[in-house]
């Protein structure tokens, strides 16, 4: 078998020009090049070996993916022999799943990216595709947040009978699949793992018993529906699975739609009969007509749904813990212990005392929230409000936080408090008493 060597910067392949290199597998490296003709960015996936050797994968994979017409299945755009190359050209995402699970996901990002997932694998199989390498870098994103399944390379077409190899990725590989029967329950299980990991940020091994590493911050982070259809689809029993991911697909579906019916029905609760809720609600608009921009309340209480700000410790309405925990943020980045928001340039985290940063820039940015300085004389670094710790040197903030427009402070911590509607501290959790 012969090699062929890896195709260079700024080199021509046919109408293409390859701007870098992607990435490199065994069997096949992918570009990063130029359409020069239609003038646009794509992907090329092109094999290592020679034209007689692995070719039969990637011609497969071309076939499997042209029967598939679906808004999440990535499309091949060409495919063709150029100067002894086999090249498949396919649409160009910004990352790969993989890369996305490693940064902050608020839960309604990582709900919407599960059911984009299970509407791609859903359509392979009611085509009688069985994909047999669900991870998440075979899923790619796309601007607006648009999700597609590619590299149908082991894909397989059910019949009645279906002989394959136990091809697939280790981490998320079915048990029967390792033996070499692969079925639609195999991707239903590799699905299972993805969604597990992407809502829990932990990936399951075997034993695959439950409760497994990360269920705490699954079982917080989404409803019991879900973690109930999850449990099923990591069966070790294929049978105990469901059957495809149509039926996968399905379940989800009724679990967000049975999310959005109970929301609904608590806001028409509200001012039918149920004074304290109607009231709650007034309270809660009047509230945020005067502090929303001061607090930057954009988030709701994950108990009691009432306003409240990322940098908040506790819920004002209901004193529950992180009440912010899992919502979309305003920053670039996110601590992984607390989940708040937190700015690429920052060595530590300023709402929890998190150490550990990896610092990606020395560049300090300017930004229109930094409103004071560290008090350390040998800092003296920016800091935002309510901030609890210098995310510069990681000295404690010392002088109490004010909230502009209430004169206000928590007898506990000093720190300001709205106290004509707050019923709990934000900061330290203290209860707040109105004499």
């Not at 397989?156 to 079925?183: C, F, H, N, W």
């Not at 819920?315 to 920053?331: I, L, T």
């Amino acid at each position: 078998m012969t090699v062929k060597t890896l195709l260079r910067v700024r080199q021509k392949i046919g109408k293409y020009r390859i701007l870098g290199r992607i990435s490199s597998g065994p069997l096949a490296d992918v570009y990063r090049a130029y359409d020069t003709i239609q003038k646009q960015r794509v992907a090329l996936k092109i094999p290592k070996g020679d034209e007689d050797t692995g070719q039969e994968e990637f011609l497969h994979e071309v076939q499997v993916a042209t029967r598939l017409d679906h808004p999440n299945i990535l499309p091949v755009l060409n495919a063709s022999y150029i100067d002894d190359h086999f090249v498949i050209a396919m649409e160009l995402g910004d990352e790969s799943l993989a890369d996305r699970i490693e940064r902050r996901t608020s839960i309604a990002r990582a709900t919407d990216l599960a059911s984009q997932a299970l509407a791609a694998l859903a359509h392979a199989h009611e085509k009688k595709i069985i994909h047999c390498d669900i991870k998440p870098e075979n899923f790619i994103l796309f601007p607006g947040n648009r999700l597609k399944l590619g590299d149908f390379g082991f894909a397989k077409i059910s019949l009645r009978t279906l002989k394959a190899s136990g091809s697939g990725t280790v981490d998320y590989i079915a048990p029967e699949q390792a033996m070499g029967r692969p079925k639609f329950q195999s991707d239903v299980f590799s699905m299972g793992l993805v969604l597990y990991r992407l809502f829990s940020g932990k990936l399951p091994e075997w034993p695959f018993a439950w409760p497994m590493p990360g269920h705490d911050r699954l079982i917080a982070r989404v409803r019991p529906e879900v973690v109930s259809m999850l449990e099923k689809a990591i069966q070790l029993d294929p049978a105990k699975r469901y059957s495809n991911a149509i039926q996968m697909q399905a379940e989800f579906e009724r679990s967000q739609s049975h999310a959005r019916k109970q929301k609904r029905s608590r806001s028409k609760s509200v001012g039918r009969g149920r004074g304290e809720s109607s009231w709650r609600q007034l309270q809660w608009r009047q509230f945020q007509r005067q502090f929303r921009k001061v607090l930057d309340t954009r988030h709701q209480c994950r108990r009691c749904e009432g306003p409240v700000a990322e940098s908040m410790q506790a819920c004002p309405w209901c004193g529950f813990d992180n009440p912010a925990r899992g919502s979309e943020s305003a920053f670039p980045s996110s601590c992984p212990r607390c989940e708040r928001g937190v700015k690429n340039e920052w060595d530590y985290c300023p709402w929890c005392y998190g150490p550990g940063f990896i610092e990606e820039t020395t560049r300090r940015y300017k930004d229109k929230r930094y409103a004071a300085r560290c008090s350390n004389q040998r800092c003296r670094g920016q800091l935002i409000p309510f901030m609890r710790y210098c995310p510069w040197c990681r000295v404690k903030v010392r002088r109490p936080w004010k909230i502009p427009g209430s004169r206000c402070s928590c007898k506990a911590c000093g720190w300001g408090i709205a106290k004509d509607f707050w019923n709990f501290c934000a900061w330290c959790r203290e209860p707040v008493r109105r004499e």
